[in-house]
């Protein structure tokens, strides 16, 4: 048995290093591999292995491979198998500006949340430090 085991912790790996905030039912789609494609307003530097955040902590973890875009709604609307967002939703969320694609893949849904402790004001990634395991 490990030290971090040992202590009643994750092993650093379980948890990425920064997780995304994403609302529900997207959040638990992109754990469940249905969701791979995540609509932002705009791109990202950040890859590799990301969290993933929902009302209920940190359910699950993906690996953000890449930034499409800029694309229309319309054009999304032609991959809505994709990003699983309906029309109304887009057309509110883009406020007339063209959307990023966040492109997803290895979801992993974890058996159990992790408490999330969060910031106020608008955030969209949480630290692996404000992640907790539940008691």
Do not use: C, N
Request: proline fraction near 7%; hydrophobic fraction near 35%; glycine fraction near 6%.
């Amino acid at each position: 048995m490990d030290e971090e085991r040992r202590r009643g912790e994750e092993p650093e790996e379980r948890i990425p290093e920064r997780s995304l905030i994403v609302r529900e039912p997207w959040a638990s789609y992109i754990v469940q591999g249905r969701k791979t494609w995540e609509v932002r307003r705009y791109p990202t530097r950040v890859r590799g292995r990301i969290g993933i955040v929902s009302p209920r902590g940190l359910i699950g973890a993906v690996r953000l491979v890449r930034v499409l875009g800029p694309f229309s709604v319309e054009e999304l609307l032609e991959e809505i198998e994709r990003h699983l967002a309906p029309e109304e939703f887009l057309r509110e969320y883009a406020q007339e500006r063209p959307l990023w694609v966040w492109e997803l893949e290895e979801a992993e849904e974890f058996e159990e949340p992790y408490e999330v402790e969060r910031a106020g004001g608008p955030r969209i990634w949480v630290l692996r430090r404000s992640v907790r395991r539940r008691d």
